[in-house]
T-cell receptor, first 114, second 116 residues
Framework: AQSVTQLDSQVPVFEEAPVELRCNYS??????LFWYVQYPNQGLQLLLK??????LVKGINGFEAEFNKSQTSFHLRKPSVHISDTAEYFC????????????FGPGTSLSVIP | DAGVIQSPRHEVTEMGQEVTLRCKPI?????LFWYRQTMMRGLELLIY????????DSGMPEDRFSAKMPNASFSTLKIQPSEPRDSAVYFC??????????????FGPGTRLLVL
């Protein structure tokens, strides 16, 4: 079974500053990895995903994430955040061998301070 | 495409009443998922369907919860009888089937349920 850990429940950051949201996973098999974003009072939407290939994945809104197999991590980064990035961010994992179900992490609340 | 449609968007009911939440997935998507989100427990998968067939309902809290998918364009999640601890936001998501796996999930806007 897979599990996802997001160590930071809340991350405040000033506008135009860089940010990194941490995600670690555990799995006995190879996995696919995702980051989803949830804006207030909305459903989740996909930011980016890692399925295979290059370990550096670029997503929407200037976000990117790097898959590190040895450290079982998939941290999300953005070099300069905007007020509009204030949202809840969820890391998620699914099993490559039977990819139907996605396991979501507890989420990290990003607050961008003007 | 209109995206995943959920109704109602908000529901307030009294303890003991039956609650039915509805979901219309994106046309052509083979998978449908029901999630519950609370502050305490985060996002929990309740049940998911593949081609209208329930695949995994291990996340359904108890017998008071039931879900159906009578056809490819409609699913319901029913709570009977409802209890205050069922208060949460319930999300429906759908996903296409590509290359032997369920790809990116597309979430609906959610139904905010309050049981008094």
């Amino acid at each position: 079974a897979q599990s996802v850990t997001q160590l930071d429940s809340q991350v405040p950051v000033f506008e135009e500053a860089p940010v990194e949201l941490r995600c670690n996973y555990s799995s006995s098999v190879s996995v696919y990895l995702f980051w989803y974003v949830q804006y207030p009072n909305q459903g989740l939407q996909l930011l980016l995903k890692y399925l295979s290939g290059s370990t550096l994945v670029k997503g929407i809104n200037g976000f990117e994430a790097e898959f590190n197999k040895s450290q079982t991590s998939f941290h999300l980064r953005k070099p300069s955040v905007h007020i509009s990035d204030t949202a809840e961010y969820f890391c998620a994992v699914s099993d490559k061998t039977s990819y139907d179900k996605v396991i979501f992490g507890p989420g990290t609340s990003l607050s961008v301070i003007p | 495409d209109a995206g995943v449609i959920q109704s109602p968007r908000h529901e307030v009911t009294e303890m003991g009443q039956e609650v039915t939440l509805r979901c219309k997935p994106i046309s052509g998507h083979d998978y449908l998922f029901w999630y519950r989100q609370t502050m305490m427990r985060g996002l929990e998968l309740l049940i998911y369907f593949n081609n209208n067939v329930p695949i995994d309902d291990s996340g359904m809290p108890e017998d008071r919860f039931s879900a159906k998918m009578p056809n490819a364009s409609f699913s319901t999640l029913k709570i009977q009888p409802s209890e205050p601890r069922d208060s949460a936001v319930y999300f429906c998501a759908s996903s296409p089937y590509q290359s032997g796996r369920a790809e990116t999930q597309y979430f609906g806007p959610g139904t905010r349920l309050l049981v008094l």
